[in-house]
């Protein structure tokens, strides 16, 4: 089955900004998080589907070669994947005799591959910063062999094909073609007795234990570079990087928006037509929250520099509380009563106690009309 589009999973334009891709990324991850959608298989392949897109886009280097070449870029079969030659090399490869550019030799050192790891943060923790413990499988140096992948006490020869170079030339009409060495791969070298250990690769498959220190303000989306820390290199190569990417979990009061946060306050019936003084939590402790009378469903109440700093800087956000009308339930026969009593003294008061109410009926009346005439 053909991968879609990275563009299209994160459902922007190809000139999206980063901010943008973030932005997106960060809305599908949410929504599709493990955590909320358990057990359902098509949410988690979504969110899948969107880390990967994400990894790629948000990565300059990586985003042009996907740009240039597609899917292939990132597979390792493909014009851009690791281990492939680019357009250069094979244009080189090809022409080189007929300009003059001669072969070239193939280093036998190859620089390890990049990991990329999901680390999963509580809101808490992303604010406020933290130290997280992650262990990783990776490829370490082998140590029996310094990574070079030959056994102690031998070291690698240059191939017999080749000589070294790791090319060999092939004649095709008057073209003179350079190809892979078919015996050493391109490497150049080749190993006569090989190391016991890691059987001549020069690294090793160790789980490995790292501390990240999480800065305060991080979100969904931003990636954390552990520089030398990735797969090992082959043959004595340096090591790749890690990429820790963050993946802020659902809260169970609080929802993120970049510096601000959200949540849905219930309140009585009572309260929100006499107000009242609430208690309302933050992620510093409770405050109070005044409610004023008469207040309406839906109300969004702003409580300033109650929310999060980025951690790119800038000025801390707010909480914004958003009041939920609570309707009682379980009434007793003499609450039934009162609010039956409530109900005809307001009758007789007219209209002018709920606006809203007598606002819709009559425009729902005007609809009416106008379709009967």
């Not at 029996?144 to 056994?151: E, R």
């Not at 080749?162 to 350079?178: A, D, I, L, T």
């Not at 510093?284 to 702003?302: A, D, H, M, N, W």
Request: net charge neutral.
């Amino acid at each position: 089955m053909s991968k879609r589009d990275y563009y299209e999973v994160l459902g922007v334009e190809k000139g999206a900004s980063e901010q943008e891709i973030k932005k997106a990324y960060r809305r599908i991850a949410m929504k599709n998080h493990p955590d909320r959608n358990p057990d359902d298989a098509e949410a988690e392949g979504r969110f899948k589907e969107a880390n990967e897109a994400y990894e790629i886009l948000s990565d300059k280097e990586k985003r042009a070669a996907y740009d240039q070449f597609g899917h292939d870029s990132v597979n390792p079969q493909g014009f851009g994947g690791a281990g492939a030659q680019g357009f250069g090399d094979i244009f080189g490869d090809i022409f080189g005799d007929i300009f003059g550019g001669g072969g070239r030799s193939r280093s036998h050192v190859q620089r390890g591959a990049d990991l990329s790891y999901t680390l999963d943060l509580s809101l808490e923790d992303a604010v406020k910063g933290s130290s997280v413990k992650i262990r990783i499988p990776t490829s370490v140096t082998c140590e029996s062999c310094d990574g070079t992948g030959a056994k102690p006490g031998t070291t690698p020869e240059d191939c017999a094909t080749c000589g070294g170079v790791g090319q060999v030339r092939m004649r095709q009409g008057p073209f003179s073609v350079q190809q892979t060495c078919p015996r050493c791969q391109g490497a150049g070298k080749t190993i006569k007795d090989p190391c016991d250990k890691c059987h001549g690769r020069g690294a090793v498959q160790e789980n490995k234990t790292l501390s990240v220190k999480v800065p305060a303000g991080v979100d969904t989306g931003d990636r954390i570079r552990l520089t030398g820390e990735g797969e090992a290199g082959l043959h004595g190569g340096p090591p790749g990087d890690l990429f820790v990417q963050m993946n802020v979990k659902a809260h169970p009061i609080f929802e993120r928006d970049g510096r601000d946060l959200y949540c849905e306050i219930p309140i009585s019936f009572t309260d929100a037509a006499l107000g009242g003084e609430l208690e309302v939590p933050t992620l510093e402790g409770k405050v109070k929250l005044k409610i004023p009378s008469e207040t309406q469903t839906g109300k969004l109440f702003r409580l300033r520099g109650k929310g999060v700093t980025s951690v790119r800087g800038g000025s801390q956000g707010d909480l914004l509380c958003r009041v939920v009308v609570e309707t009682p339930i379980h009434l007793t026969k003499r609450q039934k009563e009162i609010l039956q009593e409530f109900e005809e003294i307001q009758t007789s008061q007219g209209n002018r106690q709920s606006p809203r109410k007598t606002s819709w009926f009559d425009g729902v009346k005007k609809f009416v009309d106008t379709l009967k005439s």
